[in-house]
Each structure stands twice: as C-alpha cells, then as structure tokens.
C-alpha cells in the first residue's frame, strides 16, 4: 500500500514504526517528518495544511491511503479535500473535527448524546469567569476553547492563576469554565468510520511536566499500557473498554452522524474515573501523543488494515483489535525550559547507545539532521524524543525505559522519573 502521512512529531514516527513492523511492506512517505522519522519513510514537502497541495500530491503519487497525524490540518478541512476527490483518508472533516478544535462545541455534542461529563460554563468575559468560579467552586478548571497544542487547560486552587490563564485566552474568544473532577484518568482511542467503532487499548499519559504530577500542563510527558488496575474497578480492562464504548464512544459518533457531519478517523477520548462513574473530561480528534507511542507497539492486528477500514467505510467488517500483553511505557526528553521555553537547536548525542538497550526504541518528535555529516542531531522542539521500552513485566519495562534515557545527552534536558511508577497496581 501507498501510504502519505502527514505531521512531524513522536505521533507520527509511532505510527509509522506500526506500518513497518507490519508483515506487508509498504511505500510510506511523511511531510513534514523529522530526522528521526526520515530513516523509515521518504519525508517530501508539502503544505499540510494545504488541503489542494495535499490533493495533488496524493493523485500524482497514486496515494492509497492518506494518514492525518496532528489536529490542525483536520480542523484546517484537509481531510474534506481529499474525500471530494475520492482518496481514502484516516481522519475527520472540518465540522466533525470541531470535537477537539471547539471545547463548546464538544460539550454541545456530548450534552445531545447524553454521555456523561462533568457541568460547563461559556465565559467570554472576566466578570463570566469569575462568576463561573463562584459557582463551581475550586479547583478551578480553565480551558481555551480552541487548540492549544494541549498547553490550554489550567487546573488549580489559586484563584488568580486561574483567573489570569482565562484573561490570556479570552482575546480569542469565549473560554470554558470546567467543574473539577477528581480521579485517576485513562485515555482510550476509538477507530471510527463514521458508523462503527473499533477500541483500541487503554493507556495513561503524565501531563505535569515534573515528579509527583507537580509544575505547569505540558503535552505529555509519558505514558504506559495496559492498565491493570481498571480490573478493580470494572472486573476487567475489556468490560471497562465494553462500557466506555457504549456510553460515550458510540452516542457521539451516531450524534455526529445525525447531523450529517460523520466522524471518520481516530476519537480520542480523555476520561476520568470519578467515584460517580466514569466522565468524559475531552475528545480529541486524532491519536494521542505520547499514548500512541505505548498503545501501538503492544497492537497485532496490522494497523494499516485498520486505518484503511475506518477511512473506506468498512470497519464493521473488522473484528475487534487485538493486543500483546506486554507492557509498553514511553518517557519523553524535553528540552531545556519546556514548555515554558523550550531551548533548542542543541545536539543530541548517543542516541546509538541508548537504542541498543533491549526492548528499547527511540522515537523521534522534534529533531533535526546534522549541520554536517557525521554531525549530531539537533533538537528542535519542546518534547525532542520519546523512549519506549517493552517487555513482560512494569518492572523489566522501566528499568529498560530508564537505562536507555539515561544513555543520551542533551544540554539542559529534563524528563520525569515516575513514569508508570505504579502501573501495575
């Protein structure tokens, strides 16, 4: 299969790294990419965002199969573009794509659907907000309403922090003023085709950007899966998959579809297990990052066939997905300063020493090629690499995990030393 992938991060390389570790080889090329990414597909220059640009590309290239990674270009409508010229694509239009590019207008959807979440409230001016803390009470939750490369949610007591991440995002428009809700949570990926859904496997990301769940919201900083501990809970990981699937993944995906705009391609729902019952904190509308680095390695039904159903309309004709029971955890290395201010443009080194740790691969989300032949990587972004290691056990994972990130230098990189600290129970 011709495959296009489109995007430049960790997200991406995961994906890509799932298409080769495929027994079918496959002719895969990526715009925009990265350094880590060209070593397994031939990275080409297009505007992703170009919906016409993309078009073209993937009639010139008999393009079988266009994958879309990030969240801009699906809300920038490149998707539709490519279904009004009949090339199968992995993601939704620009109306569905709303879901993750409108907080409103995801709480709308889920409001119609009736799946459960927590109370909202449409502030578009300082006095709204702080009204909207009086009546929710504290914590204060606080969401820009559009994307914000997942830096646009505030969770704290402190009023005036609050209260200032709302005045930073309200030039731009109504924020949303959430109801806090307390527990563990879980992100769990849907296969959509519009009509049917195919679950992936649960997983938990880290989204503080130090030990102990502490300092500022990042993108992610890692991830594990499988969760064993949902077992307590719901009985087993397949009877919460089972649940989650009927009260939330299906309502939305048949209220989109009443409305006429389908949802075609990955819904990512971000849930938190409250002692009421499971709810729906966001959806996204494409795969997680860093999830999908901890979610995909442990997938064994071939992704490309999962990817192609959703996005030519014939999931129902796929069985449900199916898993190794392996456990797969990824830590992500950050630059100096993120996500305040990342530091970039410095050289990473030894990324050979840490590769060759067993059940160890290194996965690429913002490097660059060397100035020079011979010369070192450059680290071009917030979160530069990701390291996924598995193996049977939580234990065996981390110590591979660890040992391996610790093998790469990078001025002034930090990363968190609890990931997964207590997967397995």
Excluded: C
């Excluded at 009421?276 to 071939?302: H, K, M, S, Y």
């Excluded at 939580?394 to 990931?419: M, V």
């Amino acid at each position: 299969m011709k495959i296009l992938v489109l995007g430049s991060g960790a997200r991406e390389h995961a994906i890509i790294l799932a298409l080769r570790a495929e027994q079918t080889e496959h002719e895969i090329f990526v715009s925009p990419g990265n350094a880590g990414i060209a070593a397994d597909a031939t990275t080409v220059s297009v505007d992703m965002l170009d919906g016409g640009a993309v078009t073209a590309f993937a009639n010139e290239h008999a393009i079988d199969l266009v994958v879309v990674g990030p969240e801009a270009p699906l809300v920038a409508g490149v998707a539709d573009a490519l279904r009004e010229r009949g090339i199968p694509v992995f993601g939704p239009g620009k109306a569905a794509a709303q879901l993750e590019g409108s907080k409103a207008f995801a709480k709308r959807i889920m409001d119609s659907a009736g799946v459960p979440t927590g109370r909202a409230v449409r502030a578009a001016t300082v006095a709204e907000v702080e009204a909207a803390f009086d009546d929710l009470g504290a914590p204060h939750v606080v969401k820009a309403d559009g994307l914000a490369a997942g830096k646009g949610v505030i969770v704290t007591s402190d009023r005036a922090e609050a209260l200032a991440h709302a005045e930073q995002y309200l030039p731009a428009g109504p924020v949303l003023v959430e109801e806090f809700l307390s527990g563990p949570e879980v992100s769990l990926f849907f296969l959509s085709d519009g009509d049917t859904v195919r679950a992936l496997s649960p997983a938990q990301d880290f989204k503080r950007a130090l030990d102990g769940d502490a300092g500022p919201n990042t993108g992610g900083m890692g991830a594990y899966s499988p969760l064993p501990w949902l077992a307590e809970q719901f009985g087993s990981e397949h009877d919460f998959v089972a649940q989650v699937t009927r009260d939330v993944a299906l309502p939305v995906v048949r209220q989109l579809d009443a409305e006429g705009t389908p949802f075609i391609g990955l819904l990512y729902a971000g849930l938190i297990l409250t002692p009421a019952g499971v709810r729906v904190i966001e959806f996204n509308a494409r795969f997680g990052d860093p999830e999908t680095q901890v979610v995909l390695p442990r997938l064994r039904t071939p992704l490309s066939e999962l990817l192609f159903a959703a996005a030519s309309g014939t999931l129902e004709d796929q069985p449900e997905p199916e898993f190794s029971n392996e456990v797969a955890i990824t830590v992500v290395l950050a630059s100096e300063g993120y996500p305040e201010a990342p530091q970039t443009g410095r050289p990473i080194e030894h990324l050979a020493d840490a590769a060759a740790v067993e059940g160890v691969r290194i996965v690429h989300a913002a490097t660059a090629g060397p100035d020079a032949p011979g010369g070192d990587l450059i680290a071009t972004g917030g979160r530069v690499l990701n390291v996924v290691a598995t193996a049977s056990d939580f234990a065996t994972a981390r110590e591979r995990a660890y040992d391996a990130i610790a093998r790469i230098s990078l001025e002034g990189a930090h990363y968190r030393s609890d990931i997964a600290a207590r997967g397995g129970g």
